[in-house]
């Protein structure tokens, strides 16, 4: 299994470009986020799809779009990037259905972005 | 609103010492409570988590954590830091199904 592979590792965007990250899970998952990370902010929930066709925002939207495009996979889209956007983009999946309990999120390694 | 407080960004110990990374956290309902770990350029990883039941709970790598109610504190500890331990260690709260609020980190830093 390769778990949660993202696309791609690095970008760098000039203002005002648009671009798509790209997410996709093997573990036969429910539940994909987003996540953004900046220094001293810890991680920041962009937008999560709870299951198959179904996306919800979260603590920071503005600015992003995304798409659950099956249940594999779940895409990020900056529709024009601007310099604060510059940031690390986790993605993460959880929830295979077998225990009614939480299931932990298990991370992609990230897409570094750059927004000149 | 849930939330986590990691006190301290940055600890720093020496090889061998033991590791202790603070974490508090507000919650209206009783809290699933999680520690990750983030190693250089790496996505992140679970060490813990504590749901039900049990107050100290272990990890992987020699962690560990209890969960304190009556102080609304979920620390982590080790008690014998090793080199390959250097990382930036994350605290998060459950604050619905399947949602995670993280705190900001700690980065720990071990000196031979």
């Known amino acids: 299994n390769a778990g949660v592979t993202q696309t791609p590792k690095f970008q760098v965007l000039k203002t005002g470009q648009s671009m798509t990250l790209q997410c996709a899970q093997d573990?036969?998952?429910?539940?994909m986020y987003w996540y953004r990370q900046d220094p001293g902010m810890g991680l920041r929930l962009i937008y999560y799809?709870?299951?198959?066709?179904?996306?919800d925002k979260g603590e920071v939207p503005n600015g992003y779009n995304v798409s659950r495009l099956n249940k594999r996979e779940f895409s990020l889209r900056l529709e024009s990037a601007a310099p604060s956007q510059t940031s690390v983009y986790f993605c993460?999946?959880?929830?295979?259905?077998?225990?009614?309990?939480?299931?932990?999120?298990?991370f992609g390694p990230g897409t570094r972005l750059t927004v000149l | 609103a849930q939330s986590v407080t990691q006190l301290g960004s940055h600890v720093s110990v020496s090889e061998g010492a033991l590791v202790l990374l603070r974490c508090n956290y507000s919650?209206?309902?009783?809290?699933?409570l999680f520690w990750y770990v983030q190693y250089p350029n790496q996505g992140l990883q679970l060490l813990l988590k504590?749901?039900?039941?049990?107050?100290l709970v272990k990890g992987i790598n020699g962690f560990e954590a209890e969960f304190k109610k009556s102080e609304t504190s979920f620390h982590l500890t080790k008690p014998s830091a090793h080199m390959s331990d250097a990382a930036e260690y994350f605290c998060?709260?459950?604050?619905?199904?399947?949602?995670?609020?993280f705190g900001t980190g700690t980065r720990l830093l071990v000196s031979p």
């Open positions: 993460a999946s959880s929830g295979d259905g077998r225990s009614p309990m939480y299931n932990e999120q298990f």
């Open positions: 573990m036969n998952h429910n539940s």
């Open positions: 799809s709870a299951s198959e066709g179904t996306t």
């Open positions: 919650s209206s309902v009783p809290p699933y």
């Open positions: 504590y749901t039900t039941g049990a107050t």
């Open positions: 998060a709260v459950s604050p619905g199904f399947q949602k995670l609020v």
